[in-house]
């Protein structure tokens, strides 16, 4: 069946340093988002990517990198200098540029990040 | 002003009752809209797009209001099952989806 993956589904972090969130979809979508969601708050967008090698800052980019290598892939890196990184992360994919409008996104299992 | 704006609720519903809610949004030139369904501790789930004309899923009835700028969502004889998060999603350039925070349903026996 085709949908995304996102690993670990809990992933614990010591201050100052770098974690790597996996994401990873079968659907032959062109464009994955990453976005943040804490308690009580809607989810911002992080980073996405409208096509392989390519890449866009979000709302809160700041402290976060991403890489596109692979049109399945798109990898979340959360650094050091995230300052408060502890939150739940959502991977998410839609169809490419020429099918985008009306598409909706679906989205990975999410990622539960804790910073201790 | 936020672009995607919800009224965070929580809605109390006894079950069977309707529920019926809004979304506003900002960006005149926003190109689709989703009513999203989010469980706790569990990621966004497609409930249903919302077109220019309203549709009906079930018992749930979306409609579009393009002129005051805002979605609607109607739930008619509510369930257990319907309580939920129930979240507003606007495209409106490419690549770029704004979420509002949710609205909380919590239908009681």
């Known amino acids: 069946d085709g949908g995304i993956t996102q690993s670990p589904k809990y992933l614990f972090r010591k201050e100052g340093q770098n974690v790597t969130l996996s994401c990873e979809q079968n659907?032959?979508?062109?464009?994955m988002y990453w976005y943040r969601q804490d308690p009580g708050q809607g989810l911002r967008l992080i980073y996405y990517?409208?096509?392989?090698?390519?890449?866009q800052k979000g709302d809160i980019a700041e402290g976060y990198s991403v890489s596109r290598e692979k049109k399945e892939s798109f990898p979340l890196t959360v650094t050091s200098a995230q300052k408060n990184p502890t939150a739940f992360y959502l991977c998410?994919?839609?169809?490419?540029?020429?099918?985008?409008?009306?598409?909706?996104?679906?989205f990975g299992q999410g990622t539960r990040l804790t910073v201790v | 002003r936020k672009e995607v704006e919800q009224d965070p609720g929580p809605f109390n519903v006894p079950e069977g009752a309707t529920v019926a809610f809004n979304c506003t949004y900002s960006?005149?030139?926003?190109?689709?809209f989703f009513w999203y369904r989010q469980d706790c501790r569990k990621e966004p789930k497609l409930l249903m797009s919302?077109?220019?004309s309203g549709n009906e899923d079930g018992r749930f009835t979306a409609q579009l209001n393009r002129a005051s700028q805002y979605i609607s969502l109607l739930i008619r004889d509510s369930k257990l099952s319907d309580s939920a998060t129930y979240l507003c999603?606007?495209?409106?350039?490419?690549?770029?989806?704004?979420f509002g925070a949710g609205t909380q349903v919590v239908v009681t026996p």
């Open positions: 919302v077109y220019s």
């Open positions: 659907l032959n979508h062109d464009a």
């Open positions: 960006n005149s030139a926003s190109q689709s």
């Open positions: 998410a994919s839609t169809e490419g540029r020429d099918r985008w409008e009306g598409t909706e996104a679906f």
């Open positions: 990517s409208q096509i392989v090698n390519d890449f």
């Open positions: 999603v606007v495209g409106h350039s490419w690549g770029k989806f704004q």
